[in-house]
């Protein structure tokens, strides 16, 4: 939560901090704040609301300087408020902090700090890191940092600028994300990378427990001790374009037409095309190792989760491997029971998630192999399992997950087939019928996405319902989920996924003339029960709207709308059958006026417990 952007050169930095906040927006938007040095001289100007406010605040009123930090909250301690809002300062008003995170002891330190005499001008945990560093500092402002976090304990992303030193932007990591960019006579740091790719690919991710001082043409990184450390820049192959709207109207949508070409990337270099033959460079599990796997526990978060469900499916099915989804902030804190022979497969877009990292740390104390599947490359949760498969399906921006999600779903397929192969439950043969039909998915999905004028019709016909079920069985029960949940996120509509089965256990109750019922109709063994839950639900006068492949008389008779999709494997379905989801609730979203890519209460990466 809670967005980070920097900038330090020879250029003016306000306009470059605003664009970067812009573009992190999605990982909060309740307040806004940047503080610049100009001539030695610190400018703070924050304020309530959306970067938009402070854009015009700064327009009516504005800042210089070549260094500058900036910050978007996504309020956690302290109720979003002007004075909450970010850079905090210290009582001399010559330091300003932005900080993504939360300083679990700040109580603690606020009433030592305060008894010293230091004066708060909020509620927020943050600012005892300001007054912290004034409290310490002695003529080296690092110093003041890093014995400033020797007290404090939490996580945190820290940039911190001062008239102590005018020339520098001193930072700090411990949980939260912190990138380092560099460019020409020019380095920035933000909280993601997209957010400062159009400027360089050139980067420094910092690791927990580092800290360092970032000059315009220069960067040292050290651990709290102050002792050196030396770190290579990467260069990140992500497309700036991928980062930009490109003409959609909102990045849930781009992001949507997006899945053919993610898919893409995520099958590519994986499968070769000649044998079949499955790979993946950082998975660092050897065949040994998978054949001695005798349980998989899946952990995630959200939609990563509904991903981890379809997982457990999947690995049953084709590794007869007992499978099990937790959610990760269960998990982490339940004792669980786990060897070394578990597998624990975290799923995650991020990779920041911070009770999916906890449940990772978890399972590795617990003597498990973790594996994550993961968007972004190098983050946390990435670093902290043994091995990776990363999802390859570029920026996503929309708070709401879609794109990472049918990508999460071809990784867990790939390596579902892979340790069937391994454990001797699928052939060669059926092995490479399974590819082909991963490989022929992307063009499916293209056909899928035909249906958006239909869906937008549909959505019209449904907006102003106040509720929503959606029903499913197999593969089809996580895409109910998944529907329901992307719904709710950018409509706010209450809606409800169930395994179809247990609708007459409960929720039957619920369905009157006025409830639409999205049932997920897919084809295979249990269709024929699917009908039969549609009858109970048109028994009682509720509204159809049936996802299907199979255009068979049963189903046109009793739905009242049904979006049709291509005809693929069952594994593969729920791949396809979520796209007529998202876009209903994009468009559902759009007719009741929500804000698509940035929902109410809603940030990307939900890096507090
Ligand atoms: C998805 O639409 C949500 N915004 C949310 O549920 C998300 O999937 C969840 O927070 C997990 O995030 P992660 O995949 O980055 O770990």
Not at 231 to 260: C, N, T, Y
Request: aromatic fraction near 6%; charged fraction near 25%.
């Amino acid at each position: 939560m809670c967005g980070i952007f920097g900038y330090i050169g020879e250029k003016e930095a306000i306009p470059f901090i605003l664009e970067g906040l812009k573009k992190l927006e999605y990982r909060g938007y309740d307040s806004a704040g940047v503080a610049t040095l100009e001539k030695g001289q610190l400018f703070v100007t924050k304020c309530l609301g959306k970067i938009q406010q402070l854009e015009e605040e700064l327009s009516q009123k504005p800042i210089g300087g070549q260094i500058g930090v900036g910050h978007t909250r996504w309020a956690t301690h302290g109720k979003p408020s002007q004075p909450n809002s970010h850079p905090h300062q210290d009582c001399t008003g010559k330091i300003a902090v932005v900080h993504n995170g939360i300083i679990e002891n700040y109580l603690e330190l606020r009433r030592e700090l305060a008894n010293k005499g230091h004066h708060f001008s909020s509620t927020t945990d943050t600012e005892v890191i300001a007054h912290l560093i004034e409290e310490n500092y002695d003529g080296d402002l690092l110093q003041a940092l890093a014995k400033s976090l020797k007290q404090a304990r939490g996580a945190y992303a820290l940039a911190i600028i001062s008239e102590h030193t005018p020339n520098s932007i001193i930072i700090a990591r411990q949980g939260s994300p912190l990138i380092v960019g560099f460019g020409a006579e020019e380095s920035f740091i933000s909280s993601d990378i997209a957010a400062m790719l159009k400027y360089t690919n050139k980067i420094i991710q910092l690791e927990n427990g580092q800290i360092g001082r970032l000059t315009p043409k220069t960067f040292k990184l050290f651990d709290l001790e102050l002792t050196p450390i030396k770190k290579r820049k990467e260069l990140v192959s992500w497309d700036p374009q991928s980062a930009e709207k490109s003409g959609f109207a909102h990045f849930m949508l781009k992001e949507i037409h997006e899945q053919p070409s993610a898919i893409r990337n995520t099958i590519e270099g994986r499968i070769k095309a000649q044998d079949h033959i499955i790979h993946f460079d950082e998975l660092n599990l050897t065949d040994k190792e998978i054949c001695r796997i005798n349980r998989i526990v899946f952990t995630a978060c959200g939609t990563s989760w509904h991903a981890a469900l379809i997982g457990e499916y999947l690995f049953e099915q084709f590794a007869k491997i007992p499978a099990e989804v937790e959610y990760a902030a269960e998990f982490r804190y339940r004792e669980p029971i786990i060897d070394d022979k578990t597998l624990v497969i975290a799923i995650t877009q991020s990779g920041e998630t911070a009770d999916t990292l906890g449940a990772v740390w978890e399972a590795k104390v617990q003597g498990a192999k973790v594996i994550s599947i993961c968007n972004v490359v190098g983050s946390s949760i990435a670093r902290e399992s043994h091995g990776v498969v990363y999802t390859n399906a570029g920026p996503e921006i929309g708070v709401a997950s879609t794109k990472a999600f049918t990508t999460q779903l071809a990784i867990v397929y790939l390596l579902a087939i892979l340790f069937g192969k391994r454990h001797g439950f699928i052939n060669e043969q059926q092995s490479i019928g399974l590819i082909n039909d991963l490989i022929e998915l992307p063009g499916k999905l293209e056909q899928t996405l035909q249906v958006e004028k239909e869906v937008e019709r549909i959505a019209e016909k449904l907006h102003k319902a106040n509720n929503a079920l959606y029903l499913g069985r197999g593969k089809g029960f996580p895409i109910a989920l998944e529907g329901a949940l992307k719904l709710k996120e950018v409509s706010y509509v209450h809606a409800e996924g169930y395994p179809a089965a247990e609708m007459k256990h409960g929720p039957i109750a619920l369905i009157d003339h006025k409830m639409p019922v999205i049932v997920l109709a897919l084809a295979g063994r249990r269709y024929e029960k699917i009908l039969g839950n549609i009858e109970e639900v048109k028994a009682r006068g509720g509204i159809v709207i049936a996802i299907a492949s199979d255009k068979e008389p049963a189903i046109m008779e009793k739905a009242d709308e049904i979006i049709f999709i291509p005809k693929t494997s069952e594994s593969l379905s729920p791949i396809l059958a979520v796209v007529p989801l998202q876009l209903l609730a994009y468009y559902i979203a759009l007719k009741r006026g929500c804000h698509v890519d940035q929902p109410r209460n809603l940030a990307k990466s939900v890096t507090v417990e």
